[in-house]
Nanobody, 114 residues
Framework: VQLVESGGGLVQPGESLRLSCTAS????????MNWYRQTPGKERESVAT????????YYARSVKGRFTISRDNAKNTVYLQMNSLKPEDTAVYYC????????WGQGTQVTVSS
């Protein structure tokens, strides 16, 4: 079972990034998926959720209207399109299924700075 996040980087405020998370080892299309983020010294927080079919999505208040979660079940991949990025979006971003796997991927670092 594996989760591999990618797509992070260093961007300026107002710019965009698209994160990807490719899963293996379980039936991806059977599970809702979640994006989380974590900064040093803080607990991991949920950012966005998508149901197994992709028919429903949910967002943290802090990212609603700026981030979009989507998935491609044929590719076992979930995406996070992040627009209008702010310095407070700086974090390591992780994905996991719901219910969560015990193990987490390595995450992908997003840094928003001018």
């Amino acid at each position: 079972v594996q989760l591999v996040e990618s797509g992070g980087g260093l961007v300026q405020p107002g710019e965009s990034l698209r994160l990807s998370c490719t899963a293996s080892g379980f039936t991806f299309s059977s599970y809702a998926m979640n994006w989380y983020r974590q900064t040093p010294g803080k607990e991991r927080e949920s950012v966005a959720t998508i149901t197994n079919s992709g028919g429903s999505t949910y967002y943290a208040r802090s990212v609603k209207g700026r981030f979009t979660i989507s998935r491609d079940n044929a590719k076992n991949t979930v995406y996070l399109q992040m627009n209008s990025l702010k310095p407070e979006d700086t974090a390591v971003y992780y994905c996991n299924r719901i219910p969560s796997l015990q193990g987490w991927g390595q995450g992908t670092q997003v840094t928003v700075s001018s």
